[in-house]
């Protein structure tokens, strides 16, 4: 027992994880039923040890069952995968000859202390792919009609079927999506698995506590004007009785740094429901010249905990906690219609990358620390989650390392097929929807919910996803869809995504009429297309003997569909730097084209702002080891376009314009920047100077100075080069940045270019 600060006493609510100690197993295989293999002591030699989360394929691969996956065609060899190369398998039917048509069955036991006997038990399942049947201890608490939905939290009270002081057995049995189901999907990035993720792909643990359960504590912030000296709060939970008669206590929010609430609740029998502390009717949420949080790298990261409890009956019932951060995300539309995102007040150009998981789902929370660290590095603001919504680590580390996340449903199956839906199907998606908000909102780096991605749901549908939104006070902006399709509910989006791809040249973004993928509006994926990796990397996964020259090997690390080669990206180089005599020549050229295709791309969105608003690169990374679409390669190696891309973001940059050969300079931090000396050469092809100027530029907070174009020179090479270099007035260099351009730029043929 321990005493609370009011006084009251209480025992503390407990979690015990179930990560370890699993098996798993075919049904296939076996002949027993879910009563008996969820009593304890049953017998699973044979069985495969692992831990959860993971697939079943995913669990597979991590005990060496199949030779790399990653390497050469391997992939293939795995039973199951004989869908069509490039084809998307979520949109296909398990083959019947698949180990994985069958149910497969997640066991474990656990041995739980005596004390908990008289606590109210619940077993979460924060992940299932795709339906179970669920037993623990010869008894049956759930059934495939109640558990349906990959992107769903389940939480069931099993009070009646545990039993504290001794050991406790756990069976699941799993069936994999089927091609109408709400499944998880990689669409043209990558080969999908041949399991298609079945398995516990988050975590299960088990909670003890009183008759009233907390979850889900959040905090939200208002600045009441633009000089954010004050910020009124507003605290929201949820709260379960699970008893049949009502409940009356005191709902209690500690805020830390602030101080303490509570407000009077009485809760009906099986009662659920929203408990919300306004700055109005509790003084201590407004606050004065509170520490803010910031995207890095405009401010510091400040987080603070706060914790909700309910106490009845001078005992705590239950207690949740969650960290916060205060600030204030807005949107609203620019002159031109573009969606415009706004962080405490200020205009913030979106500059980010799509992001995948690994193709197994297998969570490793220190790769994931890596990779935001590479995002930081970078100069990117965000990363962008379309669908496979990532675990609470990845979330609680975009806190802490200041990296707002764009997340919302994938694109291109089941989840866009809204004329096939049927009534099951609406209501898995609400309650996915319900359970990723509750999950999502008390994050601070949470930029934007998607309701669609490259399509608005309809009206219905859409209608539904606000709803929920609006009951669970989403904090933050909701757009309809990645793309520009207007919506009945909603209206514009203001968000485009009209690639490119492909290859494009430097010169696209910023000689683009307002028509296409260049630097206008807000572009959620785009990409100037494919990204070999460094030499090192190739060899990973590529073998010796299918290097060189490019085959279907090759072909089979790229993705998808009209994505499954990389000829266009090919063919320009052969067009510009001549046709490759090796591997080592492909690739050194290859990352001479990235590096120049990325900077190009993130040069001109910021040199447009606020007429252009937001660019995601597509993607920041792989699943798996790509040829394509990343900054860094699977390996977390950055080739080209990631030092395109860093140069490009720099905070206080220097850039030449390829439509009118200008030069710009950049502020990116809310400072004005005084006294700049920038020094403008160019030089032909031999390296001779042929143009010199200096130029002293003051730079306002966020503001973008363009300085007169490079004259025109006599007789100057093809290509030529420039040199820019900005030092700050103590004569510390910002940026210097060095361009190859030709005399006369490429001809687009804009129809095809997307």
């Known amino acids: 027992m321990i005493t609370n600060a009011d006084g009251t006493s209480s025992t503390e609510p407990s979690r015990i994880s179930l990560e370890k100690n699993w098996h798993i197993q075919s049904s296939c295989k076996l002949r027993d039923g879910g009563e008996q293999i969820s009593r304890v002591g049953y017998k699973t030699s044979g069985w495969l040890a692992t831990t959860v989360p993971h697939t079943v394929l995913g669990a597979q691969i991590d005990a060496k069952l199949f030779p790399d996956p990653f390497y050469g065609m391997n992939l293939r060899a795995i039973p199951g995968m004989t869908y069509p190369i490039g084809k998307i398998f979520s949109n296909m039917p398990m083959p019947d000859d698949s180990p994985y048509k069958c149910s497969w069955w997640y066991r474990t036991e656990v041995s739980l202390p005596a004390h908990l006997k008289d606590k109210y038990s619940w077993l979460h399942f924060d992940g299932i792919n795709y339906r179970a049947n669920i037993w623990v201890n010869g008894k049956q608490i759930a059934n495939v009609d109640q558990i349906a939905g990959a992107y769903r939290l389940y939480e069931f009270d099993v009070r009646d079927a545990l039993r504290p002081g001794s050991s406790n057995a756990v069976a699941v049995e799993i069936f994999a999506p089927t091609e109408t189901d709400l499944g998880i999907n ?74 303490r609430l509570s407000q009077q609740v009485t809760l009906a029998a099986n009662e659920q429901r929203s408990v919300v502390f306004a700055p109005e009717d509790y003084p201590k949420l407004r606050l004065e010249n509170p520490k803010l949080w910031w995207p890095y790298p405009l401010g510091e990261q400040t987080l603070y905990k706060v914790e909700m409890r309910f106490v009845a009956n001078g005992e705590s019932s239950d207690a949740a906690t969650a960290k916060f951060g205060i600030r204030e995300i807005t949107d609203e539309k620019n002159p031109n219609g573009y969606e415009l995102l706004r962080i405490n007040h200020h205009n913030i150009l979106i500059r980010g990358g799509g992001w995948a998981p690994d193709m197994f789902l297998r969570t490793d929370t220190e790769r994931i620390e890596n990779e935001m660290r590479h995002v930081r590095n970078l100069g990117l603001n965000t ?57 999502l909102r008390s994050h601070p780096s949470m930029l934007v919910w998607l309701n669609g991605s490259d399509n608005p749901p309809p009206a219905d549908v859409e209608s539904d996803y606000i709803s929920i939104l609006k009951q669970y006070r989403w904090p933050n902006p909701f757009i309809s869809s990645a793309s520009a399709t207007p919506t009945t509910v909603t209206g514009q989006s203001g968000v485009k995504m009209t690639g490119p791809y492909d290859y494009v040249p430097p010169s696209y973004w910023l000689v683009d009429p307002g028509h296409w993928g260049g630097a206008w509006g807000f572009n959620t994926e785009t990409s100037p297309g494919p990204a070999p990796p460094l030499l090192s990397s190739i060899e990973k996964f590529i073998p010796k003997q299918n290097l060189w020259p490019h085959d279907d090997v090759w072909n089979f690390h790229a993705g998808l569909g009209s994505f499954g080669q990389t000829k266009i990206f090919d063919d320009a180089m052969a067009a510009m730097y001549g046709a490759p005599t090796s591997l080592a020549d492909y690739e050194r050229k290859a990352q001479a084209m990235t590096y120049e295709g990325e900077r190009a791309m993130f040069e001109a969105f910021a040199r447009n702002k606020y007429n252009s608003t937001g660019v995601i690169q597509w993607m920041l990374n792989n699943a798996w080891p790509s040829v394509i679409w990343h900054l860094y390669d699977y390996y977390l190696v950055p080739g080209g376009g990631y030092f395109g891309a860093k140069k490009a973001n720099e905070l206080v940059h220097a850039q030449y314009s390829y439509d009118d050969r200008s030069i710009v300079v950049v502020n990116g931090l809310y400072q004005l920047q005084r006294g700049l000396r920038l020094r403008v050469r160019v030089f032909d092809l031999s390296s001779k100077e042929r143009f010199n100027d200096t130029k002293i530029v003051d730079l306002g907070p966020d503001a973008v100075a363009k300085l007169p174009a490079i004259p025109d020179i006599a007789d100057l090479s093809s290509p030529f080069f420039v040199r820019l270099d900005l030092s700050d007035a103590a004569g510390k260099t910002l940026s210097s940045n060095f361009y190859w351009v030709p005399t006369q730029l490429p001809e687009l043929d804009f129809e095809k270019s997307n």
């Open 186 to 259: 990689f669409v043209d990035w990558n080969p999908m698995p041949a399991d298609k993720a079945m398995g516990l792909w988050r975590p299960v643990y088990l909670t003890f506590g009183g008759p009233v359960s907390v979850r889900w504590p959040a905090v939200s912030t208002r600045f009441t004007d633009d000089t954010l000296k004050t910020a009124e709060l507003t605290v929201t939970g949820e709260l379960r009785n699970a008893t049949e008669q009502p409940m009356s206590g005191i709902a209690e929010v500690v805020l830390e740094g602030i101080g």
């Open 383 to 439: 990363i962008r989650l379309e669908g496979k919504l990532e675990t609470d680590e990845f979330f609680d580390l975009a806190d802490r390392y200041g990296i707002l996340v764009m997340a919302g449903w994938c694109c291109c199956d089941h989840w866009e097929h809204w004329d096939k839906w049927t009534a099951a199907d609406h209501d898995i998606s609400k309650a996915s929807q319900s359970s990723q908000i509750l999950r």
